[in-house]
Structure formats: C-alpha cells, structure tokens
Nanobody, 125 residues
Framework: VQLQASGGGVVQAGGSLRLSCAAS????????MGWFRQAPGKEREFVAA????????YYPDSMKGRFTISRDNAKKMVYLQMTSLKPEDTAVYYC???????????????????WGQGTQVTVSS
C-alpha cells in the first residue's frame, strides 16, 4: 500500500488542523493505521492508531485529549484531527500502515510496514 499525507501547515497556538492520509491499493482495510510525528533532533513519536474494520482507536497517554484519529475504508483515507495546538506539536507528521495484529498498545516505528512521506506542522506561539 502507498500512503500520502497532507494537510500540514502553519497555525497559531490554540488552533486546529486536520491531517489526511490517502492510501492506494486494494488492501487498505487489511491494515491498522497510525500517525507518528518527528521533531528536529528527536525520535519519531507515536501519536495515534486505529484498527482495521472496527475502527478501535488508541492513543498514548501523552496524546489523549487533543488528537482524534479516524478512518474511512471506502475512501481509503485516514485522518488526524488536532486541536488546541501547542508550539511543541511542531513536527513532521507521518502516517503508517501496520499489517500485524491489533494489540491496543503503543506503536513502535519498527512495526510499521508502510510509511507516508510526512507533512510539516508548524505551530507558532
């Protein structure tokens, strides 16, 4: 599956953005989907994930409350709604697809089978 993330941009602190990830290929619903982010000089950080068909969502504790992941299997799209953005949310955001079993735990970048190219989010203070 090929992934393409979009929707990033520059936003003021307190603002909102919705990121999109478009998938190609016939097996999109076979993959759990997730979002990661990577700030300069930092490791890639897990943001959220959604399961294949049941669309169960999972967020690490640090991301709960301001981020909402969703997917539309018919459109082969995954979204990340971000609200109350802070300057520390500034990063390149990546979508990823995982073909392994849904565990409902934090994702490591190593389990991602396919990555999108990333979209830059800059939050100004």
């Amino acid at each position: 599956v090929q992934l393409q993330a979009s929707g990033g941009g520059v936003v003021q602190a307190g603002g909102s953005l919705r990121l999109s990830c478009a998938a190609s290929g016939r097996t999109f619903s076979s993959y759990a989907m997730g979002w990661f982010r990577q700030a300069p000089g930092k490791e890639r950080e897990f943001v959220a994930a959604v399961s294949r068909v049941e669309r169960i969502t999972y967020y690490p504790d640090s991301m709960k409350g301001r981020f909402t992941i969703s997917r539309d299997n018919a459109k082969k799209m995954v979204y990340l709604q971000m609200t109350s953005l802070k300057p520390e949310d500034t990063a390149v955001y990546y979508c990823g697809a995982d073909g392994g079993p849904w565990d409902g735990i934090d994702w490591s970048p190593s389990i991602v089978d396919y990555w999108g190219q990333g979209t830059q989010v800059t939050v100004s203070s």
